[in-house]
Each structure stands twice: as C-alpha cells, then as structure tokens.
C-alpha cells in the first residue's frame, strides 16, 4: 500500500559555503518553536547538522527538542548497499547467457545512480511518517542538480536496459523464466522497483507541499549557481517561494568593511532584479559561529525578524 504523505518537505539548498545548513536548522527550530512536529534531515557529506547543534546526530534519529528531530543520512553507506545489490541483479541476469568476458564491456547505465535514487527514497519514507514539517539540508548546488535530474535520467536509462536486456536473451530462455518454476526474473523485478520509486519521487517533489528555499551569498558565484538550481527546480515542477541571502556586512566605517559592503550591495542588486517575484530574507555577516542551540536559536530569529 502506498504511504498518504502527511508533511510539508523544505528544501534548503545552495552552493557550498553559503550557509545553507545553517539556514535547513534555523527553519526546522522556527517550525518546532510553533509546535510543529519537525524533522531536520541532512545529506551532505559534510555532516554539519552536528556541529551546528554541538551534539552527535549521526544516522539515527535523534531528538533535539521538544517537538524536533534530526538525522545525518550517509549516502555513501546507501550507496555500498544498493550499488552491490543491483549490479548482483544486472551481471547475473547477463552472465547466465551472455559470455563472461562480454559482460564486463556492457553498458551499465543503470546502476549509476541507484544509490541516490534510494537515499531520495529514504527522505520520501520520512516525509510519510507522523511528521509536520520535513526540513532537507541538501548536497551543494552541482549534487543537488543532479538529484533533481536523476528520476528522469533514470527513467530512460532503466527504458533502455530493459530494452538491451529483452533483445539479446534468447526467446527460450525468456520462456523458461516466465513460465517455469523460477517465475519472474529478479532483473525485472528490480526494474519494477525503480520504477515505482522513481515515479514516488517524482510526484513527491512536484508536489504543492515541498518547497525550495535558495540559500545565496551577495558573491557572483552564489548567484549564479543559484540561477541553474533555480532553473531546475523550476523544470521539476518544485515551488519556491524564498531565497535568504547570508552574510550581509553591516555599514561599518572600517575600509574593508566599506569596499565589501559596496560591492555585496552591488550584488544584492543583482539578486533582487534576478528573484524580484521572491521573497528575500537577509541576514548580517555574524561575528560568530553557529555552533550552538542558542546561537541557532539567535540565527532564526534574525532570519524570520521580517
């Protein structure tokens, strides 16, 4: 039975170094804070969700306050587990009637990309789960994109393997399969699978209740990555409604303080023209770390002041 989606799931997210973890835990404790039953995800490598808390999250749930939760998923772990199982499942279905040797120079399209596919998967379990907000703090912007991209890529590459995999079996040896004791082939029933899951993801993040919200430095860089994240959300399906703007610097009379505040005004310009239909959130350059609860605590109130 297919899980009712119960949660509204944000997506922060954003070139590496804007502060987009930051920002993922400031929105989950501005939710929590309004007795929201919040879980705070983080798939970056980085893991930063524990240093920002001053606690040890790891891959368990683990509470953080009344009504918040959080979770570091290890992709990489995901990625040892599906890869193993599928490429069993793909070389095995080929090498039972292919010659061996050929089986190492057959294209293996299939297999790159499962491991995100299910960590993707993982999220959509917990935006099923008796939560009301799901907060992702995702990858930086070029895994993201290719997240984003991912169920469509996947759709054509499980398309054409399929497709491979018909034409060169034998037609006796597919009616022995089907229609004798073993039943249906593993290799097609693996395709089954991802096809279900890509077609869950792609309907999750589409949905009216999953919102992206770009995390931007006043820096080119920021800006322009922010721009091809944008686009593909957009192409997606995926809402977004907000961009924050981290590390603004305070009218200060300091020299250098004066030559970066112009030049990041310069570029906020930039990002109101570019997100004028957006609503942007501002938040000065800090002196400080957000390395603790309090300091979190601090952050979301300056990000939500407006």
């Known amino acids: 039975m297919v899980g009712k989606r119960r949660a ?16 993922a835990a400031a929105v989950a404790t501005h939710f929590s804070d309004k007795g929201q039953k919040t879980l705070l995800i983080s798939s970056d490598p980085t893991q930063s969700l524990s240093g920002i808390f001053n606690k040890r999250i790891g891959g368990e749930i683990t509470r953080l306050g009344k009504n918040l939760q959080a979770i570091e998923i290890d992709i990489e772990k995901i990625a040892r587990k599906v890869e193993h199982e599928y490429r069993k499942i793909f070389l095995d279905a080929l090498g039972s ?46 895994h993201t994109l290719r997240l984003l991209s991912l169920s469509k890529k996947m759709s054509v590459a499980m398309s054409h393997s399929l497709s491979l995999y ?39 993040l589409a949905d ?49 303080c004066e030559l970066k505040r112009k030049e990041q005004e310069r570029n906020l310009k930039i990002i109101q023209e570019g997100y004028g239909d957006l609503k942007l959130l501002t938040v000065p350059y800090l002196p400080y770390e957000i390395i603790t609860k309090e300091r979190v605590k601090e952050y979301t109130d300056k990000l939500f002041e407006e």
């Open 166 to 204: 018909v034409k060169l079996m034998h037609p006796l040896q597919t009616l022995k399969l089907w229609l004798g004791k073993k039943g249906e082939p593993k290799i097609i029933k693996a395709f089954k699978k991802l096809g279900k899951v890509t077609m869950k993801i792609e309907k999750m």
């Open 8 to 23: 509204k799931l944000i997506l922060c997210s954003g070139k590496g170094g804007t502060g987009k973890s930051t920002v």
């Open 97 to 142: 009637w292919l010659d061996e040797e050929l089986t190492k120079d057959l294209p293996l399209e299939m297999i790159s990309g499962v491991d995100e596919l299910f960590a993707l998967d993982k999220i959509r379990h917990f935006v099923e789960r008796d939560y009301n907000v799901v907060v992702w703090d995702t990858s930086p912007t070029a």
């Open 208 to 256: 009216g209740r999953t919102e992206l919200i770009l995390v931007l430095n006043p820096e080119r860089l920021s800006i322009n990555e922010g721009k091809q994240l944008r686009e593909a959300a957009e192409k997606y399906n995926i809402t977004i409604k907000r961009a924050v703007v981290n590390k603004m610097i305070t009218p200060c009379k300091c020299r250098f």
